[in-house]
């Protein structure tokens, strides 16, 4: 029986300890190569304009920068040391022409309809506290045949997955937050439930051994 789901954050990581720490553990992720960025290259996320939902310290919009040609990023972030961390980060990367921040809520996206080519995220969706507008404003903001790619982890994973998750998480700092965040996110069961009641009905939803993915293309 999986047990039910408890509620962790809609405000990010907020405290500068926090933020540094978050950054030293998704910096080591990076180095390791476990980014997600391969995935939403895979999903048919390789041109354009693109739109990033909580890029925390950045590295994971930097690296789809790196690894494509000619495109551009804007990232929503609901924590602005968190913002200021990412443009450090772009900094570092030599891409702060291409990638820029903006502090805001997934669920009020700042930007226009039909404005972007994609929409990718990873590991946010469990923090969204109305999932349903998100995915509602990610459908607004893509263009009519755009592509979104989210990701995040299961709560129903198995225990060796849980784990080995918790012993590969460094800084260990970071561990009690990790098990909040697997505590606060969702069963595919449930992300088809609400997806069914969202402007993004027809995405296909995989499998991982951690977690989930959702891909699409918007249609009208």
Do not use: C
């Not at 022409?97 to 226009?112: L, S, V, W």
């Not at 439930?193 to 027809?202: A, H, T, V």
């Amino acid at each position: 029986m999986v047990k039910p789901r408890i509620v962790e954050t809609a405000q990010g990581i907020q405290a500068e300890f926090d933020v540094l720490i978050y950054d030293r553990m998704m910096r080591r992720l990076r180095d390791k190569g476990w980014m997600e960025t391969e995935h939403i290259i895979k999903s048919g996320i390789l041109k354009g304009f693109a739109l990033e939902i909580g890029p925390g310290p950045g590295y994971l919009g930097l690296e789809w920068l790196k690894k494509t040609e000619g495109t551009v990023l804007r990232a929503v972030e609901i924590s602005p040391e968190m913002i200021k961390i990412a443009e450090r980060n772009a900094r570092e990367y030599g891409l702060e022409i291409r990638a820029k921040y903006a502090n805001g809520d997934a669920q009020q996206i700042p930007f226009d309809n039909n404005t972007f080519d994609a929409v990718f995220t990873n590991g946010s969706l469990h923090e969204w506290s109305q999932p349903i507008k998100v995915f509602d404003e990610i459908f607004r903001v893509l263009k009519p045949e755009g592509r979104y790619f989210i990701s995040d982890m299961r709560r129903n994973m198995n225990s060796f997955m849980r784990w080995f998750m918790k012993l590969i998480t460094k800084p260990k700092e970071i561990r009690p937050g990790l098990i909040s965040s697997i505590n606060a996110s969702y069963t595919t069961d449930e992300i088809w439930s609400i997806l069914n009641q969202s402007n993004l009905k027809g995405s296909i939803i995989t499998k991982t051994f951690m977690g989930f993915e959702i891909i699409g293309i918007k249609s009208e």
